[in-house]
């Protein structure tokens, strides 16, 4: 595609349900980022896919995180048994092969009540 | 793991002052230092970006300087504009791996 697609937009859950975040990256861009923005905060690594190397997983929080990035492309985070404190906005990220050059997605806001 | 430092978390300025934002980062095998700006509800971009194996780069009324001595690197805005108010991201990391994000600096430009 022509960007970085992320969905949902938004996603209100209760807490102690799970959430599944999804992002379509740029077609061809072999590397795959996820952070986390927490309201005013900064940008907190989560997860890094590169082509088919093992992620770097180094970020994710708690055991309840877990991301997925199925035949290169498509990836999944998802977030089990939420927590008021994972209401962020989830932002994913694609580059190119041989350069890490971000192109950032609209972002997942997700309130957890 | 790399981490990144930055300073201030807010700064005002005068239209047509400078700003300067510094950050400073600890794994000396980073090589690549990129900013970013995000304005109000959007998604953060790419504004310029330097690698190890220069010390300073310009584009326009932007610089970034780079002491990989000292393991430190500044953002420079010269000739602020109210479009330049926007909260800026500083990052590190290999030419090819992760990125490691600064806390950023929330930058406004008074009329």
């Known amino acids: 595609g022509a960007g970085v697609s992320q969905s949902p937009s938004n996603k209100v859950t209760e807490k102690g349900k799970d959430v599944e975040l999804r992002c379509d990256p740029i077609s061809g861009h072999t590397a795959l980022y996820w952070y986390r923005q927490s309201l005013g905060q900064g940008l907190e690594f989560l997860i890094y896919?590169?082509?088919?190397?093992?992620?770097?997983k180094s970020g994710l929080p708690s055991d309840r995180f877990s991301a997925e990035r199925t035949g290169g492309s498509v990836s999944t985070l998802t977030i089990q048994r939420t927590q008021q404190e994972d209401s962020a906005v989830y932002l994913c990220?694609?580059?190119?092969?041989?350069?890490?050059?971000?192109?950032f997605g609209a972002g997942s806001r997700l309130t957890v009540l | 793991g790399e981490n990144v430092e930055q300073h201030p978390s807010t700064l005002s300025v005068q239209e047509g002052d400078s700003a300067v934002i510094k950050c400073t980062y600890s794994?000396?095998?980073?090589?690549?230092f990129p900013w970013y700006k995000q304005e109000l509800g959007k998604r953060p971009q790419l504004i310029i970006d330097?690698?190890?194996?220069?010390g300073e780069k310009k584009d326009q009324r932007i610089a970034v300087t780079l002491n990989k001595t000292a393991k430190h690197f500044s953002l420079h805005i010269t000739e602020t504009q109210p479009e330049d108010s926007a909260v800026y991201f500083c990052?590190?990391?290999?030419?090819?791996?992760?990125?490691?994000f600064g806390k950023g600096t929330k930058l406004s430009v008074k009329p």
């Open positions: 794994d000396s095998a980073s090589n690549y």
């Open positions: 990052a590190a990391g290999g030419s090819q791996g992760n990125l490691i």
């Open positions: 896919f590169q082509g088919n190397s093992a992620p770097d």
């Open positions: 990220a694609s580059s190119r092969a041989g350069a890490n050059v971000l192109t």
């Open positions: 330097i690698r190890s194996n220069v």
